[in-house]
């Protein structure tokens, strides 16, 4: 269903990448890509301009929406969000604009809607491709004559509106699909704000992890928590398909699992761990996937100039390690070090003995 919110604590957009508000989320971001967004979100913040957030799962479009919300000069009214997937069809209209005693069967008493809920603040219409046609022509009427009018009420209300819209999807090609109605689309895209993918972005994965590992190890009363060199190193090369979500959720993993002060690889999620995945890496949209010779390793758009020492050396292990079937005392003697120097190794890079013990391909 809908969730509403009322204001909430501001978080502070810090220009230098993190600020040591913890109290409510952050917005950390180092990357010249993060730097633009947050210097287009203090200048659009302050009009009344309806924003469109477009990106990925789990870049922080809500993060934003509230970051624009509070940057306002309604920052003080209220912030209501409503997640058009979440609300089952027949219920949409009813939810975003009320309705009067009797307008249907159950409706016994008079009811606002959303968007009368969100008068003088900012109504956020996540996942706005999901809103049937049928409300997407209402709320089109609702923005352009700023008055409301309850299902079933014949008296039309003035509501104050700052609309910010978000979407996964490609609207455009709904659009053209006549699956969003051209004239909304153009409507509710006066500015884009499009967040990038966090693999667009990998300088700020490890300044994110580091928040999120100070801010979970706070909360479950467990300060002083530090990576390893080299679980930062593979959290610093994975894709993160689910973005700043998925990081934010490995980190928590991390910390469950972990014991100790130091996060290792082995506590990190399997995805993160398995290099099968890495190899699956696109490249960032706009850049050709780089034209590496597709040796042994192939890792697309991943140049092994990029890496860190830890990552070629967990690498090279797993090579040798494959290529003698996972018996450790010769691959050992290929690489010239003690069989106890690389358990050593494999345990701090994720390759423990249940990998070994799994049989090498
Ligand atoms: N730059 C950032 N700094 C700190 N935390 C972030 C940042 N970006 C995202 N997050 C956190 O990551 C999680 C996902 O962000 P958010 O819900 O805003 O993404 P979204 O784009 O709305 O995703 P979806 O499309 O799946 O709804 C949240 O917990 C959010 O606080
Ligand atoms: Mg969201």
Do not use: C
């Not at 975003?96 to 603040?121: M, P």
């Not at 978000?166 to 499009?194: G, P, S, W």
């Not at 959720?249 to 290792?264: D, K, P, S």
């Amino acid at each position: 269903m809908a969730q509403m919110t009322g204001a909430v604590r501001p978080p502070r957009i810090s220009q230098a990448g993190m600020s040591r508000d913890l109290l409510y989320k952050d917005i950390v971001g180092a990357s010249p890509k993060m730097q633009r967004i947050f210097r287009l979100v203090s200048k659009v913040a302050p009009t009344d301009s309806t924003v469109l957030l477009t990106g990925e799962s789990g870049t922080g479009k809500e993060l934003i929406a509230r970051s624009l919300h509070l940057q306002s000069r309604r920052a003080q009214g209220p912030f209501v969000a409503v997640n058009m997937g979440a609300i089952p069809e027949t219920l949409v209209e009813s939810e975003l604009f009320g309705y009067a005693r009797g307008a249907f069967t159950g409706a016994t008493v008079d009811r606002s809607g959303l968007v009368e809920e969100a008068d003088h603040g900012t109504i956020f219409l996540d996942e706005i491709g999901d809103m049937p046609l049928h409300t997407q022509v209402k709320l089109l009427r609702t923005l352009e004559s700023g008055e409301v009018r309850r299902l079933g009420d014949s008296t039309a209300r003035v509501v104050d509106l700052r609309v910010v819209a978000a979407t996964n999807r490609e609207l455009r090609a709904e659009v053209a699909a006549r699956r969003f109605r051209e004239d909304l689309f153009y409507r509710l895209n006066v500015v884009e704000i499009a967040l990038p993918a966090l693999r667009e972005r990998r300088e700020d994965i490890g300044l994110l992890a580091s928040y999120f590992l100070t801010r979970i190890s706070e909360r479950r009363g467990r300060r002083g928590l530090r990576f390893a060199p080299a679980a930062m190193a593979l959290l610093e090369r994975y894709d993160y398909p689910g973005n700043v979500r998925e990081l934010e959720n490995a980190i928590e993993h991390a910390v469950t699992l972990g014991e100790g002060r130091i996060i290792r690889p082995t506590d990190l999620p399997t995805a993160l761990r398995e290099p099968r995945l890495l190899a699956a890496r696109t490249p960032p949209a706009g850049e050709p996937a780089h034209d590496e010779p597709r040796g042994a390793a192939a890792h697309a758009g991943s140049p092994r100039e990029a890496w860190s020492l830890a990552e070629v050396e967990r690498e090279h292990i797993l090579t040798v390690l494959k290529r003698h079937r996972g018996n450790a005392s010769s691959a050992a003697r290929q690489l010239g070090i003690s069989r106890t120097t690389l358990w050593r190794k494999m345990r701090a890079y994720g390759l423990g003995r249940a990998r070994a013990g799994e049989g090498w391909p």
